[in-house]
């Protein structure tokens, strides 16, 4: 059974960093994909950024290119998502999210984490 946990949200000033994290069990597929997505209140969840188990090929959206790095650490079974230069609509729920057998589908959610930026 995959579980997936988030940490490492909470509340910085505009311009600041923090970087996510989200440990993954049972992800026993390498050809999994794994993704950030994020819900800010009264928008539908949207993709942030994703990265290959296997070969680390990231993707990201294009408003957070040069400010968001999306890493792994297959030893640690963990995903990272660095977050530099973040300002008040990045504020959101981040969820972490692993594909299923469909790897263009995404079966599998940790329970999010708040981020939350300040003007």
């Known amino acids: 059974q995959v579980q997936l946990v988030e940490s490492g949200g909470g509340l910085v000033q505009a311009g600041g960093s923090l970087r996510l994290s989200c440990a993954a069990s049972?992800?026993?597929?390498?050809?999994?994909?794994m993704g950030w997505f994020r819900q800010a209140p009264g928008k539908e969840r949207e993709f942030v950024a994703s990265i290959s188990w296997s070969d680390g090929k990231t993707h990201y959206r294009d408003s957070v290119k040069g400010r968001f790095t999306i890493s792994r650490d297959n030893a640690k079974n963990t995903v990272y998502l660095q977050m530099n230069s973040l300002n008040p609509e990045d504020t959101a729920i981040y969820s972490c999210a692993a594909t299923g057998p469909n790897r263009l589908v995404y079966a599998y959610w940790g329970q999010g984490t708040q981020v939350t930026v300040s003007s």
């Open positions: 049972g992800v026993a597929d390498s050809s999994t994909n």
